[in-house]
């Protein structure tokens, strides 16, 4: 599965993006798909992941109450809906698939087979 994200960009502080990840080649209906981060010199870390059913989310405490992942079957595509951004929060961001099929959820990255291109988000103080 070819995955694309994109919706990333420049942002003041306490502002808003939403982060699309659209599917291509496979349906992506039967994956927990999740979000990842890089910073700058740091490693890629955890940010959200939701199951296959739609029903469970995971999220990084970083994160937790600020964003929301979200799954759109029909259009093949996943959501990082994030509000009050903060400047810790400027990183690529990338989303990924879980290949193996009804899987329970993870939010280890060795997890996700199937990786985006990263889409940046940078957060102004």
């Known amino acids: 599965v070819q995955l694309q994200a994109f919706g990333g960009g420049l942002v003041q502080a306490w502002g808003s993006l939403r982060l699309s990840c659209a599917a291509s080649?496979?349906?992506?209906?039967?994956?927990?798909m999740g979000w990842f981060r890089q910073a700058p010199g740091k490693e890629r870390e955890f940010v959200a992941a939701?199951?296959?059913?739609?029903?469970?989310?995971e999220y990084a405490s970083s994160v937790k109450g600020r964003f929301t992942i979200s799954r759109d079957t029909a259009k093949n595509t996943v959501y990082l809906q994030m509000t009050s951004l903060k400047p810790e929060d400027t990183a690529a961001y990338y989303c990924?698939?879980?290949?193996?099929?009804?899987?329970?959820?993870?939010?280890?990255?060795?997890?996700?087979?199937?990786w985006g291109q990263g889409t940046e988000v940078t957060v102004s103080s």
């Open positions: 990924a698939a879980d290949v193996s099929a009804f899987r329970a959820i993870s939010i280890m990255e060795a997890r996700y087979d199937s």
């Open positions: 080649g496979r349906t992506i209906s039967a994956y927990n």
């Open positions: 939701i199951s296959w059913t739609g029903t469970v989310t």
